[in-house]
């Protein structure tokens, strides 16, 4: 690393006033050829870029990406992270992440802020509660922390929710994950982009990708806005815009592109210090550090990329936040905001190869990509490198749409898509 | 969010129709032939296209009925409504 962050290196910058901070990555031009491309600058590009330089020696290799780093989806989650899934392939996946978030600040030298402050899903009827149950079974059988509280645990943990039995929706009890929590979405993307660059991985910021070069069944590179990049092996993590990478090649994928909206409140005192995540209302909410409520509020369940979503959507978001926290009545709403998630059938990722030689994708995240991060990251490199998926990312082929062998987490991930 | 011009009952809020996805896409005529990769195809594939789209919708909470929208997903711009099993416009 050129140069560490630490105590020392942030004492020795106040003296010049913060003025003299070196850049975090570079802003090189492409090359003519490299030995691998990452279309897409997010937190899973970067990290799978991050994976290829660290574990497989691979530097030679660039990132493109058509705006600027931490201004896609990275930047427009609600940081949640947990890895309390039903399924057994999606328990490995989401807590190898988990895993993976615990050391990132050491590993990458980067604060990304990860914070384990717990992740409360609430039960609101009957089949809730026999669903969530069995789901920190499952958990626990697969080694993932979970347990179940009744109401009064759950008013213990989280004073301000409203359980009283009178509500549309009572509580009727919720599953803790105490290893899950939030991070600092952007510094994600940020350490990953720094901690790749320093291993010599060119990361190329304002660089669209219009079309890809094929010879027969191998490829050959790709046209940019920046001119042609020649490369023999392409991973695409276009999140939303994946259909549309996959569209050039004629490839089609079981996907739906959706906007995701969130918002956030003004800011406050610290009053929620966990997060708390309902399925049957669709509410979630936390508190960031800068004391704004960070609010997650569902997708427009038709096809669109205008990166804004419905108000009804919000509207129905915010009457179910409200019945839980009447607290909240009189906060003001400061900024909303959407961001386009790629939906698969199963509610599952895609990390996989495909029928063109040396052309990967990583996409079909839908609503909940930024926990897996790390995770998808180190797999996906795994994936590129050796031809081969990751035993982990076995299950989560393409071709599970034609074999039926989906992984169904449709509401078995504690949340509503 | 827009507005849907329903062909049986006039403009209305998006919010009354539901989405039924990507139009045109035929249902097999001899499912018993087909193979696993053409099952995949009809079931799951999607074009997803990020312009110009040919889609189905249903006005869930109005008339119920069927029909068709082609509508730019990039901007949510409805280019043309037409009823079920009339030709779709050309581009």
Redesign the interface.
């Known amino acids: 690393m050129k140069n560490k962050y630490s105590i020392f290196s942030l004492i020795k910058n106040a003296f010049s006033y913060h003025e003299n901070w070196q850049r975090a990555w570079r802003d090189p031009e492409p090359k003519k050829e490299y030995d691998a491309i990452i279309i897409g600058g997010g937190g899973h590009g970067l990290a799978t870029a991050y994976y290829l330089a660290k574990k497989h020696s691979m530097t030679n290799i660039a990132v493109v990406e058509k705006g600027w780093i931490g201004g896609g989806n990275t930047g427009r989650n609600t940081t949640i992270i947990r890895s309390n899934y039903l399924w057994d392939a999606s328990a490995g996946l989401y807590d190898h992440a988990l895993k993976l978030w615990e050391g990132l600040s050491q590993e990458l030298n980067y604060n990304v802020m990860f914070s384990q402050r717990g992740v409360m899903n609430l039960a609101h009827n009957l089949q809730d509660v026999r669903d969530l149950k069995r789901r920190t079974h499952a958990n626990r059988l697969n080694g993932i922390d979970a347990v179940w509280l009744n109401t009064d645990e759950v008013k213990k943990f989280c004073p301000i929710i409203n359980t009283s039995p009178e509500i549309r929706y009572p509580v009727l009890g919720g599953t803790l994950q105490r290893r899950a929590g939030t991070a600092r979405h952007d510094a994600v993307a940020w350490g990953y982009a720094r901690g790749a660059d320093a291993m010599g991985v060119d990361i190329i910021q304002n660089c669209e990708v219009k079309g890809i070069k094929r010879n027969g069944d191998s490829l050959e590179g790709i046209e940019t806005t920046k001119g042609f990049i020649k490369a023999k092996k392409i991973g695409v993590v276009t999140a939303g815009?994946s259909?549309?990478i996959a569209?050039m090649v004629d490839l089609?994928?079981?996907?739906?592109?959706k906007p995701l909206q969130a918002l956030v409140s003004e800011p406050v005192k610290p009053i929620i210090d966990t997060v708390v995540m309902s399925n049957a209302v669709h509410a979630y909410v936390s508190q960031s550090d800068k004391g704004e409520l960070v609010i997650g509020a569902g997708t427009?369940?038709?096809?669109?990329?205008?990166q804004?979503?419905?108000?009804?959507v919000v509207e129905g978001t915010l009457k179910a936040i409200l019945e839980l926290y009447p607290i909240f009545s009189r906060m003001k709403m400061l900024r909303q905001w959407g961001g386009i998630v790629?939906i698969c059938?199963d509610a599952s990722p895609i990390i996989s190869k495909t029928h063109i030689k040396g052309l990967y994708f990583n996409c079909g995240w839908g609503t909940g990509g930024f926990k897996a991060t790390p995770g998808s990251g180190d797999l996906f490199a795994h994936t590129i490198a050796n031809d081969e998926p990751h035993k982990l990312n076995a299950d989560f082929n393409i071709n599970r749409?034609?074999?039926?062998d989906l992984v169904d987490e449709h509401g078995a991930a504690a949340v509503a898509h | 969010?827009f507005l849907i011009n329903c062909p049986y009952c006039g403009e209305r809020d998006?919010?009354e129709f539901?989405?039924g996805?990507e139009a045109h896409i035929v249902r097999p005529k001899q499912p018993t032939e087909l193979s696993?990769?053409q099952?995949?195809?009809y079931?799951?594939?999607?074009?997803?296209?990020?312009g110009v789209?040919f889609?189905r919708w249903n006005h869930t909470h109005g008339c119920r009925k069927w029909f068709n929208v082609v509508r730019d997903?990039?901007?949510?711009i409805i280019h043309a409504v037409y009823k079920m099993g009339e030709k779709p416009p050309v581009k």
């Open positions: 815009h259909s549309v569209n089609k994928l079981p996907l739906e592109s427009d369940a038709y096809v669109s990329y205008t804004r979503g419905s108000h009804d790629d059938p749409f034609i074999s039926g | 969010m998006q919010s539901s989405s996805g696993d990769d099952w995949a195809e079931l799951f594939m999607r074009k997803n296209i990020k789209q889609e997903t990039s901007n949510d």
